[in-house]
């Protein structure tokens, strides 16, 4: 079983916000050999740039910030490690592709990125805390799951 995350749903592993639950244990089972995670290179930056912007909103203490950000770091070089993660690369030919969800769907370039890679990987569940998003992965015929 392939769990593709988003970026909305990477930064629950390390914020704890609505959905959290839910991400720890696709998590969980991936360190458990039972499942594998997926998430897309683009991803990475946008994680640090949420932490980065929860921190400079003062939603996140400095120290809080820094062990977030560190514990996505390890934990995402663990799990490659462990080859229960994949890294999806930004690839020309993925990004063909989100151009018709962009115009058709209206929808930023990185999410319909976040779709394509999915779709690439054949993941057997997408899971985002965006509600749009997650109704056009699911017109996409991706098993799209709100994470609040």
């Not at 592709?97 to 999915?118: G, T």
């Not at 054949?122 to 015929?141: K, N, P, Q, Y």
């Amino acid at each position: 079983m392939i769990t593709y995350l988003d970026s909305s749903a990477i930064v629950k592993r390390y914020v704890l916000e609505e959905g959290t639950l839910e991400v720890q244990e696709a998590y969980r089972r991936a360190l458990n050999g039972e499942a594998l995670l997926a998430f897309s290179a683009w991803n990475v930056g946008e994680v640090l740039g949420v932490l980065d912007k929860y921190r400079r909103r003062g939603w996140l203490k400095e120290g809080d910030y820094r062990k977030a950000r560190g514990l996505f770091v390890l934990e995402t070089k663990r799990l490659i490690r462990l080859n229960v993660l994949r890294i999806v690369p930004v690839r020309t030919r993925l990004l063909v592709r989100s151009w018709r969800l962009v115009e058709e769907r209206h929808v930023y370039q990185a999410d319909a990125l976040q779709v394509e890679s999915a779709k690439h990987v054949r993941a057997d569940v997408f899971m985002s805390g965006d509600e749009r998003l997650v109704e056009i992965a699911r017109e996409e015929g991706l098993n799209a799951i709100f994470l609040g």
